[in-house]
DNA sequence: TCAGATAAAATCGCGC
DNA sequence: GCGCGATTTTATCTGA
């Protein structure tokens, strides 16, 4: 078997590893529509629903970025 | 316990759900990216992987489309 | 004339447009890395300066997406 | 006064020039989008308007190119 | 169903 | 030259 079969057969089994992984992040997303569809259905305004989510994830970013130029400081100072 | 409150716990587990859900995702994105790394460092090109991974996609939502007029034919005809 | 020609050159125009606005964007960013450089001849660390600015982009951000739920919540209790 | 301070008045000065010229950068950017949004109105399509424009901007890349490369030639040639 | 908004992917360009 | 961040383009989703 040349040695290009055997390349071929590598590049399959990433495309497919790749694959399965999208499949999963695609089952994710509608789980993530679901919850919104279930949460609407209980009377809560889905926009309102999304900005909070927004609003947290933002949170969470400028704390690591806080600390990433905090970090930044130390080192520039001969601390880190 | 006002309805008020009972609501607002609700809301935050829904809220919860989906950070949860999207925490997730965001880690199978980052699995997806290392599979390309991990491709691209046994000599594989990622743009020609992704350009593969974009046409298989395209096939099976083409094949997808196909199935389901099929099923509109068979169903017209009485044979659904 | 044909109305052709017409359509033509009115898409020529929109076209040029389009480009000069595109040459005086490029010519910002060549401004904006030139300050970036000068600062960094005077001795300050462009890696740090860049995550300020962006630190500060994320204020900005986040002050506006916290007025526009302010204002959903206000709509939503009929006081919009 | 300490030259601390002085450089820390020098530091925001140059912040807010980048964040003045990126308001501007900004704002090309929404023209931009705006004449597109119009020439959209007027019938035109956008996506084809696009690939026109990135066209157009290869060719003139191309073409600086192939004078660099002249000029080069010329010079070799001692006639730059 | 379509426009407009939102998020994701792909591409580009910089700094290290 | 490679990773990383920004930008741009594409795809998805929501609301009218």
Chains 1, 2, 3, 4 share one sequence.
Do not use: C, P, W
């Not at 679901?34 to 933002?58: C, F």
């Amino acid at each position: 078997m040349s040695s290009n079969s055997i390349d071929s057969g590598h590049l399959k089994s990433f495309i497919e590893r790749i694959e399965r992984l999208e499949e999963e992040k695609k089952a994710l997303a509608e789980d993530i529509k679901d919850v919104y569809a279930e949460a609407k259905g209980t009377g809560y305004d889905v926009k309102v629903m999304r900005k909070i989510v927004s609003l947290r994830r933002q949170d969470t970013h400028k704390r690591k970025e806080e600390e990433e130029i905090l970090d930044l400081y130390l080192s520039a100072l001969g601390m880190g």
